[in-house]
C-alpha cells in the first residue's frame, strides 16, 4: 500500500493541514479536477501534489483526510467508498457523533479502516496553536504522521465519535457564543442601546465589547461554514437530550451573515447588525 496522504479538499484548513503532514516527509496528494482557482492556488502555495482525478487519489493514498464543510462530509464518503479505497480514511470535519458514524459506515463499507477526527484552532501555520483530535482503531497511528511540525495530533480512546463530540462542545462555546454577542449586539442597536449597553460592560464585563468587534473580523467571511456547522452540534445536543434551540438560532445567525463569504474587507459592526435585526 502507497504511503501517500490524500486530501480532501484543501480549503483554508486542509491545505495547511496538508502543509504540516508534509513537513513530517509525507508525500501529500489532491485531485483538482472540478476544484476552483482559489483552492488550486491554495494547494500550491501548500506544495501538495496534483494528480487530477479523484480516481487516482484514491488509487495512490494510503490515508485520505477529509476536511470539508460538514454538509458534504457523507457525499464526499460516498465519493471515496464508490471507488473501493482500501486505505485509512479520517473524517476530521465538524460534524455531530451520528454523523461521524455514518460516514464510518459509508466508507468502511467501501472497504476502508475509519478514524474519527476533529480539529480545534486556526489554520496551523505556527506550533501551539491547533490541535487534531482523533479516535478509533488506528488512531495512534494517524497521530504520528504529525509527530513534528505545526499541527498537534491527540488521541482520545478507540471509541469512533469521541473526537467529534470533542469538537462539537468546544465549538458548541466558541463559535456558538460568538453568535449570541452579535445577536445582542444587533437586538441593542434595534432598541437604541448599544451605546449604553457598552457602558455596562466597560463597568462589569470590560472583554465583551473587545469580543464582539472580534466575532464581527473572525467571523463574517466564514459565516458560511458554520450554518452547517451549528447544527451538528444542535444535533448533537438532542442527541443526549439537550436542548438544541440555541445553536439552531446560531445558524440562523450565521446565515443571515453568509452573504459576506470571502469579503475582502470584513463589515462594519454596525453593517452586521443591520443585517442580523433585518
Known amino acids: 500500500m502507497t504511503t501517500a496522504i490524500g486530501v480532501l479538499h484543501p480549503g483554508e484548513m486542509g491545505a495547511a493541514v496538508a502543509a504540516a503532514a508534509r513537513l513530517n516527509g509525507a508525500r501529500v496528494v489532491w485531485a483538482s479536477a472540478g476544484?476552483?482557482?482559489?483552492?488550486?492556488?491554495?494547494?500550491?502555495?501548500?506544495g501538495l501534489?496534483?494528480?487530477?482525478?479523484?480516481?487516482?487519489?484514491?488509487?495512490?493514498?494510503?490515508l485520505i483526510l477529509s476536511i470539508c464543510p460538514p454538509a458534504a462530509a457523507a457525499d464526499v464518503a460516498r465519493e471515496v467508498a464508490g471507488l473501493r479505497f482500501r486505505g485509512v480514511y479520517v473524517d476530521a470535519n465538524a460534524v455531530a457523533p451520528d454523523t461521524t458514524l455514518l460516514v464510518g459506515d459509508i466508507v468502511s463499507g467501501g472497504g476502508a479502516a475509519f478514524v474519527d477526527g476533529g480539529i480545534i484552532g486556526p489554520p496551523p501555520h505556527g506550533p501551539g496553536t491547533t490541535r487534531l483530535y482523533l479516535s478509533g482503531l488506528g488512531a495512534a497511528d494517524v497521530a504520528a504522521r504529525f509527530a513534528r511540525g505545526p499541527l498537534t495530533a491527540i488521541t482520545l480512546d478507540q471509541r469512533i465519535g469521541a473526537a467529534s463530540a470533542l469538537k462539537m462542545a468546544y465549538a458548541g462555546?466558541?463559535?456558538?457564543?460568538q453568535a449570541l454577542l452579535l445577536a445582542i449586539r444587533a437586538l441593542a442597536a434595534r432598541e437604541g442601546v448599544d451605546e449604553a449597553l457598552v457602558r455596562e460592560w466597560a463597568l462589569s464585563m470590560p472583554d465583551l465589547a473587545k469580543r464582539t468587534e472580534q466575532a464581527v473580523a473572525g467571523n463574517t467571511k466564514k459565516a458560511w461554514r458554520f450554518i452547517g456547522e451549528m447544527r451538528e452540534i444542535a444535533s448533537t445536543f438532542a442527541s443526549v437530550g439537550l436542548p438544541e434551540g440555541f445553536h439552531e438560532a446560531a445558524a440562523e445567525i450565521f446565515e443571515r451573515m453568509a452573504h459576506w463569504k470571502d469579503t475582502p474587507t470584513p463589515p462594519t459592526l454596525a453593517e452586521v447588525q443591520k443585517a442580523l435585526a433585518r
Do not use: C, F, I, Y
Open 49 to 62: 501534489e496534483d494528480v487530477g482525478p479523484l480516481e487516482r487519489l484514491v488509487a495512490e493514498s494510503g
Open 35 to 46: 476544484r476552483g482557482d482559489a483552492t488550486r492556488a491554495r494547494a500550491a502555495a501548500a
Open 173 to 177: 462555546w466558541n463559535k456558538g457564543s
